[in-house]
């Protein structure tokens, strides 16, 4: 299995900024996509950004220009650097993993817990 630890949300006014990281462990025989979704109350969880492992990014449209993702491959981590950040992109932010397994071959799709951002007007 793999593990993702997120870390870096928190509260923040409007137009601020905050970074997030996500760290992946455990038996990776490759990781071939990172993402951050992201699920506010009483809604549906939506991608937020996604980037390949060889730097191919997609984001949502809402978010384009504002943030930024990013990944580490030697660390096995990613980033979401979040600028200009409004009140609506208050949710719970979760990281997600996609790849090969190194002992069984087998592919796994893998969840973070979660992190608080919550952005004031």
């Known amino acids: 299995q793999v593990q993702l630890v997120e870390s870096g949300g928190g509260l923040v006014q409007a137009g601020g900024s905050l970074r997030l990281s996500c760290a992946a462990s455990?038996?990776?025989?490759?990781?071939?996509?990172m993402g951050w979704y992201r699920q506010a109350p009483g809604k549906q969880r939506e991608l937020v950004a996604l980037i390949t492992r060889s730097g191919t990014t997609n984001y949502a449209d809402s978010v384009k220009g504002r943030f930024t993702i990013s990944r580490d491959n030697a660390k096995n981590t990613v980033y979401l650097q979040m600028s200009s950040l409004k009140p609506e992109d208050t949710a719970v932010y979760y990281c997600n993993a996609k790849g090969v397994l190194l002992t069984t071959r087998i592919a796994y799709n893998d969840w973070g817990q979660g992190t608080q951002v919550t952005v004031s007007s």
């Open positions: 455990g038996s990776i025989l490759s990781i071939n996509a």
